[in-house]
């Protein structure tokens, strides 16, 4: 998978004459897009699903393009949990599919890692083995015929050199044909056949199945599409088998069991909705959330997701595209001598990698603890080394574990993992280690870029100076794209990267991720009878975090928001890295309003600095939001100014001209414009008061 920008180009070069990929026909001399190695009208680039033109950034499987919510819907796969996308490693219980984070026992929330027991009750209350013997069972005892959970368990079955002396399991379907042997249980509700074990020729390895048990997967690979016969090959074969398989202990299982007859058997508990189990309905006002949709058309569904409606499939198909995990644990076979091959009550859990993510779940015994890179507020940072493979990366640990601690770590975690650039620091996976979760990401070796900065002793020349800046707009747009305000963005949290000198954006704790499509989120809300007045505004008055330094003044003055807080940031980072100094107001001339004291800040620092890049900083730390640039645009303006202080080309039409005295011009027009304003209030009032006094003559009259 890769998800990339979209690299345009005005004009093409005359030596490549190969057409656009999607049309065939020639680019002649138009704009065009480069993407997977070749060009396309920008026209015909296009999702390959819903055939949507493809806008700045795209994805990209086996030669297709998709926009995001096709790549997610054909690919990805909803947590039990927290119902959020999937896009990192994940955690099986079953069917279900989980974030590691949101694997927890909803008792003692330890964290459930690879391998622990867990059990599964009525596909939603998630438990690890210990509180579930505790609690759950006790319970049951006591209560005999109270209903009994649906459980979801691996089995392990030890390999056997001859099948006839394990015994046979006899498996059966909706769709098996009268001739054979098996005979027929039932679809689910989804039209998935069930296939159930529906006799047992019993031999103490086999004790842990039950007649009845639905079986979900073999060897970690979901039996959805396979046939019959090919179910019933695997789990009769000699090798090792592990099968998770699904166990209604409800009294109706049970009686099909006594009679034994081939009753259909499908899962009945109280919580089994005909929804996909990827969809689980939440409130809408919980942005990032996935509420349900009616089915747009058989067998697909609509959801929104992020408050965009996202198609998704049910999960056969999911699973049988998107995700072909590759089962850490079957791949050896189980320590266990075979006569303790029992399956207890409980699951175990198991760890996969969406393959669409490098992301990893890692062992505490797999990596070699280095030094302690630095501390934060919540934990630290630690350098490790890869035991087997010498990667060095960085396990971010809590030393905190309050809730807003936990809290705080978690939403990094959930923000970075979405993540995919070469300017954002790379989430790699997640540690367990004493029931706790740890994160893992790349390390960046070089330091930080306040430090360089800092560091007097090393020259740093203006073009790597604006390659800097330029390498921070470039991951800072991508974070835009994905709707995410970082709301943290200073010199300390942009990493820099020996080889290539590259920066990289990191420390996602304060980011805030916003609601992708506003008009999705009106619709939601006005459904729901909600004002949705409120909601469509993009600026929000969300809370007031970040360093001081680097704050907007909105921020500051704590009025509403948005992304452009981040543009203001940035335009202190340029600051910092024109003038080389701490972005403390001691040494970086700041104005009553908190915006930048571009005069004093002009007669101080820029004696040899190239004017544009003063106007930039000019440009991004305008009080006015909406009069900063997106990051999109500053893309472009960083790319050329770099074009203009590497080789001469002329500067971007928007950063010519004197720096002071555009700050000069748009101050003054500023305050003519909030003088107006002032002058104005009062007027609507007066109207009103006025159309009253008239209302009442008219009355009176
Ligand atoms: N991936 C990394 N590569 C290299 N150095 C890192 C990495 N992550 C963190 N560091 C170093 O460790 C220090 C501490 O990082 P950490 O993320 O724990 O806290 P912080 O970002 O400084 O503070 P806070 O999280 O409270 O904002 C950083 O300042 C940085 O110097």
Redesign the pocket.
Known sequence: MQWSPKEMSASRPAETPQGCRGCGEAIGNKPYVQALNCDWHPNCFRCSVCQRCLSNWYFEKEGQLYCRPDYWSKFGSACNGCSQLITGPLMVAGEHRYHPECFQCQKCQTYIGDGDTYALVERSKLFCGTCYKAVTRPLLTATPHRRKPHCIQLVEIPPTPDRNQRGAVHVATDQSPVSHRYSLTTLDRLGQPLITITELDLSPELESLKIGDRILEVNGSTIKDKTLEEVDALVNSRDSIQLTIERDLSPLRVNTEADGRNTPTTVTTPTVSSSSSTTTPSTPTTPSSISENSPSSEGDKTVIINDTPVKLRPKASLRARGHSPTRRRSKSPSPCPPSRQKSVDLGRSASFHNQSQDHRVFRGTDLIHGEV?????????VKVTHKVTGEVM?I?ELFKFDEEAQKSFLHEVSVLRKLDHPNV?RFLGVLYRDKKLNMV????DGG?LSEILMDHDTAVSWVQRAKFIKDISAGMSYLHSMNIIHR?LNS??C?IRKSDQAVVV??F?LAKILPRNPEVFRMQTEKNGRSSKKRFQRKKRHTVVGNPYWMAPEMLNGKVYDEKVDVFSYGIIICEVIARVSADPEDLPRCLDFGLNVDLFHKKFCKECPDPLLMLAVHCSQLEPDKRPTFDNLNHLTEALVLHIEHGMKAPQELQGNPVDFYHKVKDSLYADKARDKSTTGSPKRKTSRCAIEDQNKGSS
């Open positions: 890179l630095g501390q934060g507020f919540f934990g630290q940072a960085v971010k620091l990401t790349e390390y960046i930080t943290d300390r949290n990493f990191a420390d704790g």
